[in-house]
Nanobody, 127 residues
Framework: QLQLHESGPGLVESFQTLSLNCSAL??????????WNWIRQPPGKGLEWMGA???????YYSPSLNSPASISRSTSNNQFTLQLYSVTPEDRGVYYC???????????????????WGQGTQVTLPT
């Protein structure tokens, strides 16, 4: 039974770097042919896939992000992280980490396209 858990600051200032962590419990993030994703949902909008870290260590990013992002991992801690640089109010929303079976989702993906989800963590910015 795999469990995912996001953690990080709930509030970040504009133009600063947002750092979020996802801890995996019950299975290694190096398991063959699985991908570890960051997905967010801005207020009043749909799900947005941001990027993924593959079991091999290779990284995949969405080309449509409004702010630069970086995904890294620690295999010893069984964790992977998201860094989002120079954030703006457009980066507000609920952030999820997930596990899927492909490096990039289809454009109209939904919740059922990823077999495991974390509980989500809210990210806010001052207006």
């Amino acid at each position: 039974q795999l469990q995912l858990h996001e953690s990080g600051p709930g509030l970040v200032e504009s133009f600063q770097t947002l750092s979020l962590n996802c801890s995996a419990l019950g299975g290694p993030i190096t398991i063959y042919n699985y991908y570890w994703n960051w997905i967010r949902q801005p207020p009043g909008k749909g799900l947005e896939w941001m990027g993924a870290k593959a079991y091999s260590g290779k990284t995949y990013y969405s080309p449509s992000l409004n702010s630069p992002a970086s995904i890294s991992r620690s295999t010893s801690n069984n964790q992977f992280t998201l860094q989002l640089y120079s954030v703006t109010p457009e980066d507000r929303g609920v952030y999820y980490c997930t596990r899927g079976d492909r490096p990039r989702p289809k454009s109209d993906f939904g919740h059922n396209d990823f077999e495991y989800w974390g509980q989500g963590t809210q990210v806010t910015l001052p207006t």
